[in-house]
């Protein structure tokens, strides 16, 4: 009955018993995933994927037409002191239009740029003090392709650079950013992927006292990502991967896996310290901690799976790739794992480390915990009120966020030469190195009405004061599409750009081109695109909210048949999240303690950020939730009564969800020390809101909460009685089976005794069939 009504226990139970065929047969998938998804390659997202709204359309325009878009370069060339008209400076300028006009590609396969316009020629190309000009030009060959071939042209420019001491000349543009980005902060992405792997494993090695203990689960959660990363690639043909889909991966991928197999590994270790045989801990440990792993990852993937509502490309390769990623890591600690741990055997515990070894006994519950829970049971009202208002004090600050999309200046520290690169030419000319786009397609592209139409829109956007010079129109080639460059006032990502988007959208266009048949003219660039972006993300809030909580609501509901802790699953998460937000508000819009995350406070959020933390968050959370309750109710379904029940849960799992919180809070602390400001604020957030989960809400709030509403906990209406009955505990062993004695190795001294429950007996253990007798009958739920 337990096995039908328990699918890990079945499966840990299969497992076990056909060792070899689950470990060869783990591995023969992680192979078969690397070898497949290096067949098949990945799809990455491209512009027209990536688009929505407006700026999507006009996307979409350009890759229907064919229309391959060459990396746009800038040189800057400023003086304090010389003007542009000064011999010097125009000697300056001519020696890197020659420098760069010879440039070739690799292999002398011709020149490595085309489209040079010289800022002499035509309008815009002087600032308005005319001490800046700005050479413009395009790299050859396509946007993707222009990295590979933009060294020579770094190098032109640095030797004119070279010759001329008198000036500032500073290169900035697609391949050039590009570049840099792929050199500098993919090794930042690197090392932080890197160091947290190891520092993973010496806190695993502090939580086991014992190298083979400490290397299960890194290996595990490694393997997994491997396997992972294959499938991703194999679904990416459906579903093309973003640029953080990977590291994103690796971040959750390593915290779940660890988390799942520090789960099974520590309940195993306490049953066989009991005085369990191998056989029955094995099995004990699949029927309530492999139990709590199905759930928890059941829970990550369907809360990650909200994300697909969102309709945004980026989200939903991230979505995507944490899903596969958790249910690997899943499968792989119901399968693979108890199949390992049958075949060490108590030779998990090799490799023990002095000193760690004898502290780490997993029987004994933690001093620092027991005290604090003393504390908390005997006051719950009080500690539910303080702790209660710390966590609605924490979330008051993100009432007032503000989100954005933050531009170079304030996504990378100001201090980086691309940086200042772009400030310069930002000050110099406004609204010159990202002016908005008008894609025009027309059904009549040689009309004479159409010209007129560009004539009239140039004519309507320098007198409205919102945009300015040169404003330029380009043919794509013999294609009947048209490019008009609008250069926007304003920083770009600010209310004074975003006015003269508005202006330009809804007065200008349709004023001149929107009056012509067959002629459509959506609008892109870097303000219009993230305009779009979070008109999108506010729209997809709503749903995505509801689909999270709703589905984990019904989790709750259905794993533990009861009302009131599916509801009280559901507050705490919010708690815990609200409390993040706050603490990121705090940080990077408010700027207190931001020096401590190595980074001046841009003023805003990363509009994706908010959203995307609140689903990996309650999907996170929800691990602790379940294997705490989940203990919980398993020694309430023995006889306990709740308040005993709750003291022995958070004792007996005190010790591994502080470790498995160390170690999440360690890996994404990591990842905030990264430059960039999205993934900085991304790791912040996700330490904080895991450190806040593991002590206030799990060690605090839930004992504080489940006390208070005693045997209401477990409440559940008549009308719901169809819910499946699930077991929460052992009850794959039966009540006769003698109590053996503890393996010394792991034993306390005394054999096992937990303060909440039995006295210890001179077998160690305690006697279930003791306290199966003393169960106290209750009345019918509903």
């Avoid at 945004?312 to 991230?318: A, D, I, N, R, V």
């Avoid at 908390?376 to 009432?399: D, E, N, Y």
């Amino acid at each position: 009955m337990a096995s039908r009504r328990n699918l890990a226990a079945s499966i840990g139970g299969w497992s076990a018993q056909h060792r070899k065929t689950a470990v060869f047969g783990w591995l023969l998938f992680v192979v078969l995933a690397v070898v497949i998804g290096n067949m098949t390659g990945s799809r990455e997202i491209t512009d027209a994927e990536r688009g929505v709204g407006e700026s999507g359309r006009a996307a979409q325009i350009i890759d229907e037409a064919g229309i391959k878009e060459p990396a746009g370069e800038m040189v800057l060339v400023r003086s304090d002191k010389l003007t542009a008209r000064d011999p010097k400076f125009i000697a300056a300028v001519d020696d890197v239009i020659k420098r760069v006009n010879a440039t070739q590609i690799k292999g002398d396969k011709g020149p490595a740029t085309l489209n040079m316009r010289s800022p002499y020629e035509g309008k815009g190309g002087l600032s308005d003090d005319q001490h800046s000009a700005l050479i413009q030009f395009d790299m050859t060959g396509e946007d993707d392709k222009a990295v590979d071939n933009v060294d020579p042209v770094l190098d032109a420019v640095a030797e004119a650079r070279k010759a001329h001491p008198d000036v500032a000349i500073e290169q900035f543009g697609d391949a050039s950013g590009d570049k840099w980005f792929g050199d500098t902060i993919a090794k930042d992405f690197q090392r932080a992927e890197w160091t947290a792997v190891p520092l993973a494993l010496g806190i695993l090695l502090v939580a086991f006292g014992a190298v083979v203990a400490a290397l299960l689960p890194v290996a595990l959660a490694l393997t997994a990502f491997v396997a992972a990363g294959g499938l991703l690639a194999l679904s990416s043909h459906l579903m093309p991967v973003g640029d953080n889909a990977q590291s994103v991966m690796l971040l959750i991928g390593l915290a779940v896996g660890v988390d799942y197999c520090m789960f099974y590994l520590r309940r195993e270790r306490e049953e066989r310290a009991k005085g369990r045989d191998a056989e029955t801990a094995l099995r004990i440990a699949a029927a309530t901690s492999g139990r709590s792993v199905l759930i928890s990852g059941i829970t990550v993937i369907v809360a990650m799976a909200g994300m697909l509502l969102s309709g945004l490309s980026e989200f939903e390769s991230m979505a995507s790739a944490t899903i596969l990623v958790v249910l690997t890591a899943v499968l792989g600690s119901l399968t693979v794992l108890p199949a390992i741990l049958s075949m060490l055997g108590d030779r998990v515990d090799l490799g023990k480390i002095p000193g760690l070894a004898k502290m780490r006994r997993p029987t004994e519950g933690s001093k620092i915990w027991g005290a604090i829970l003393g504390v908390v049971l005997s006051r719950p009202k009080a500690t539910a009120v303080l702790a209660g208002g710390l966590m609605i004090a924490l979330t008051i600050p993100a009432l007032g966020m503000k989100t954005s999309e933050l531009p170079i200046d304030k996504e990378l520290p100001t201090d980086l030469s691309i940086v200042q690169t772009y400030q310069h030419i930002e000050k110099a000319f406004p609204g010159g190195p990202a002016p908005a786009q008008i894609v025009v397609k027309a059904k009549n592209p040689d009309d004479p009405k159409l010209q007129a139409a560009f004539d009239k829109l140039h004519a309507a956007a320098v007198a409205s004061g919102k945009m300015h010079e040169p404003i330029e129109v380009e043919r794509q080639g013999t294609t009947n599409v048209f490019k008009i460059a609008v250069p926007l006032a304003g920083g770009g990502n600010d209310s004074t750009s975003e006015a003269a988007l508005d202006t330009l959208r809804n007065k200008i266009i349709p004023d001149t081109l929107g009056k012509l048949d067959g002629v459509d003219a959506p609008v892109t660039g870097n303000t219009a695109g993230s305009k779009d972006f979070n008109d999108k993300l506010g729209d997809a809030r709503l749903p995505i909210f509801a689909f999270v909580l709703g589905f984990a609501f019904l989790l709750m509901l259905v794993s533990f048949r009861s009302i009131n802790i599916a509801i009280t699953a559901i507050v705490l998460n919010l708690l815990s999240v609200g409390a993040a937000y706050g603490v990121m508000t705090l940080v990077f819009q408010h700027g207190y303690g931001d020096s401590l995350v190595g980074t001046e406070a841009p003023g805003a959020i990363v509009s994706w950020i908010p959203m995307f933390l609140f689903v990996i968050l309650f999907g996170l959370s929800m691990d602790y939730h379940v294997f705490v309750v989940s203990r919980i109710r398993e020694a309430y379904d023995k006889g306990m009564d709740t308040k005993a029940a709750v003291s022995h849960g958070i004792r007996t799992t005190a010790g591994v969800v502080t470790s498995a919180a160390t170690i999440m809070v360690a890996v994404f602390a990591v990842f905030g020390t990264l430059s960039m400001q999205s993934m900085k604020q991304f790791g912040v957030g996700l330490a904080v809101a895991v450190l806040i989960d593991a002590t206030i809400i799990r060690g605090l709030l839930l004992p504080a909460v489940m006390t208070l509403l005693g045997d209401r906990n477990w409440y559940l209406p008549r009308w719901l009685g169809w819910l499946p009955q699930m077991d929460h505990g052992d009850e794959a062993v039966t009540a006769q089976e003698p109590v053996r004695e503890p393996v010394p190795a792991y034993a306390a001294a005394g054999g096992y005794q937990d303060p909440a429950y039995e006295p210890a007996y001179p077998g160690g253990g305690y006697d279930e069939s003791v306290s199966r007798s003393r169960r106290i009958p209750r009345p019918p739920v509903g």
